[in-house]
């Protein structure tokens, strides 16, 4: 704006009118902005935290099939929660929890459905044959398995703790 | 020259704030992309599981008398599809995992091992209670090929081994160790003391199976029965005789008029187990072929016109067993127990494994 001084000169400049609207208008547009950024970095985190959560999952689920191809009849036992029937003694296991690295509130977990009743249509239950006596009903082939369906879920709290999980299905068979 | 600027601060102003808008969606959309990798990640990862899922599926499949070609099974928050190819002992199993519109493939190559059963006898008849033989039944425990029916010249075992006695009755012969049967007892064994184990006393035991192992295969096969009528059944709807490579169990108190059908030329030997819990199940009046490995508590007359290769192993059942009164033959033979089903699963060997990409 162009106004004229007192010693009659032309003077340039902005009014105090506009310097506020400008400033109202940027405040707005960088408040906005700035109320994005922590949740567009939230979710940027929660993603690294699931790539974290699902590689310890894959991970594991490897290692239960490498375990299944040789020593087939004591996945369940190396991979359950109780420690007294770990194959090469008691709590020498891996055990049915996992951490997961880089993520230190997670908590790792392996289900193994070993319950023909068990109502879980993931993994093809309830009515299926896991044991191959030609019965769908058994309550616990824990023993005596000849296919072991499985999941793998990895929950942890997120910075605004908020939960988050994973989860994996598959299944070893008895070469 | 004078300009008239009057507004030019709110243009700044907007350019500033075009420029902050863009920096910002960029980086939204570099964290939607991470998101989105993310989310693929996850999927990859679930969908490589599905599939393995998919192999023990169809291997499972296998074992259980199917093609291993399976379709959109659900699994886990998908599907798995296999296909299947045999070519001799080898099977190649293509499986897919699907979630939406995305899948991965993982071919595997699994060499099948067949099973056998593992069975050692003494003799033709083997028993844990005293034996009868009588009119015309002959029991020859010198070795036979079950596919020629001709002596392969082996000795073979002792006609009739027994932790009783063996009475020899009409004319029915008794052979064995390389003797042709005849009117004595001289190759029979008698008052037979198995040792600190004892005679063994379930059928399992007798083909060093874990307890329950038979039944359980039988079942699986569609081949337990709890009456001798459906044994017939059974018989009538494989063309009059046991298919072959068959493991039967039949499960009853009593079973009257046993007929096995007529011998299937080339058929593999097999195992008919008549056994109850008590252990005393009655097998009476028995007719007809067999070939492989008969496993009755007690028998109660062999005759007709029978003819058995293999073994006879008879349970400690408290009434005796009577052989004869007919023309039957009962013939050891040493390849028909070599060649048993086996009462667990045959085995598979993972050869090769690899992501079709």
Redesign the interface.
């Known amino acids: ?2 106004t004229k001084g007192r010693n009659g000169k ?1 003077q ?1 400049g ?1 009014t105090l009118i ?2 506020m ?3 109202v ?2 405040s707005i ?2 408040l906005g ?1 700035m109320a ?2 922590p949740t ?2 939230q ?2 985190e ?3 935290e ?2 974290a959560a ?1 590689a310890a ?2 991970q594991l ?1 490897e290692a239960i ?1 490498q375990y299944a ?1 040789s020593d087939f009849g004591y996945v369940y036992r190396a991979y359950n929660s109780a420690t007294t029937d770990d194959p090469n003694g008691t709590g020498t296991a891996p055990g049915a929890t996992f951490t997961v690295s880089g993520l230190p509130t997670a908590v790792g977990t392996v289900t193994f459905y070993t319950d023909e009743n068990e109502n879980e ?4 239950l309830p009515n299926r ?1 896991l044991n ?4 769908t009903t058994d309550a616990d082939v824990s023993a005596d398995y ?2 072991l ?1 499985f999941k793998i879920t990895v929950t942890w709290s997120d910075q605004r703790k908020l939960q988050q999980q ?1 989860e ?8 | 020259m ?1 300009h ?7 243009v ?3 350019v ?2 075009l420029v ?2 863009t920096m ?1 969606a960029g ?2 959309m570099l ?2 992309a ?2 989105k ?2 989310e693929v ?2 999927d990859a ?2 969908i ?3 599939a ?2 998919g ?3 169809a ?2 499949d296998l ?2 008398g199917g093609t291993g070609n399976l379709n959109a ?5 998908g599907t798995y599809s296999t296909v299947t190819a045999q070519s001799g002992d080898y099977y190649t199993i293509q499986s897919s995992g699907t979630l939406g519109t995305w899948s991965r493939s993982v071919e595997v190559v ?1 060499q099948q091992v067949m099973g056998s059963a593992s069975v050692s006898v003494r003799a033709a008849i083997q028993a844990d209670t005293n034996v009868t033989t009588g009119g015309n039944f002959v029991v020859d425990g010198r070795d036979y090929d079950y596919t020629t029916g001709i002596r392969t010249g082996d000795p073979g075992k002792y006609g009739i081994s027994s932790t009783g006695t063996v009475t020899r009755q009409g004319s029915s012969m008794i052979g064995g160790n390389g003797q042709a049967p005849d009117q004595t007892t001289t190759q029979t064994e008698q008052n037979v003391d198995w040792g600190p184990d004892g005679y063994q006393s379930s059928p399992d035991e007798k083909v060093g199976a874990a307890e329950g192992t038979l039944k ?1 295969a039988a ?3 569609g081949t ?1 029965f709890t009456s001798g009528a459906q044994f017939d059944a059974w018989i009538a709807a494989n063309g009059g005789g046991d298919p072959g490579g068959s493991i039967v169990y039949v499960e009853c108190n009593t079973w009257i008029s046993v007929n096995l059908g007529t011998a299937i030329p080339g058929s593999a030997p097999s195992i008919l187990v008549c056994h109850n819990a008590d252990g005393n199940m009655l097998w009476k009046n028995i007719h007809g072929d067999w070939t492989g490995l008969i496993m009755p508590d007690c028998v109660d007359h062999e005759n007709g016109t029978s003819m058995i290769y293999g073994a006879i192993l008879c349970n400690s059942g408290q009434l005796g067993n009577a052989f004869g009164n007919g023309t039957a033959t009962m013939r050891f033979s040493a390849n028909a127990l070599g060649n048993l089903p086996s009462p667990t ?1 045959d ?4 050869v090769s494994w690899r992501e079709v990409l």
Do not use: C, W
């Open positions: 704006m162009i032309n340039t902005f506009e310097v609207i400008a400033a208008v940027l547009a960088l902005f994005l950024v567009v970095a979710l940027s929660t993603a690294g699931s790539n699902l999952s894959h689920s099939r191809d249509p993931k993994v093809g044959d191959n006596n030609g019965l000849t296919v369906p994973t994996i299905f598959s299944q070893v068979i008895d070469y | 004078i008239n600027r009057r507004g030019m601060i709110l700044v102003a907007m500033a704030v902050l808008a910002t980086y939204l964290t939607q991470q998101v990798r993310t990640a996850e990862v679930s490589l599981n599905i393995e899922a192999v023990a599926g291997i499972q074992r259980e099974v659900i699994f886990g928050n699994i359980a079942i699986a096969r337990y699963d085995t598979f060997t993972k």
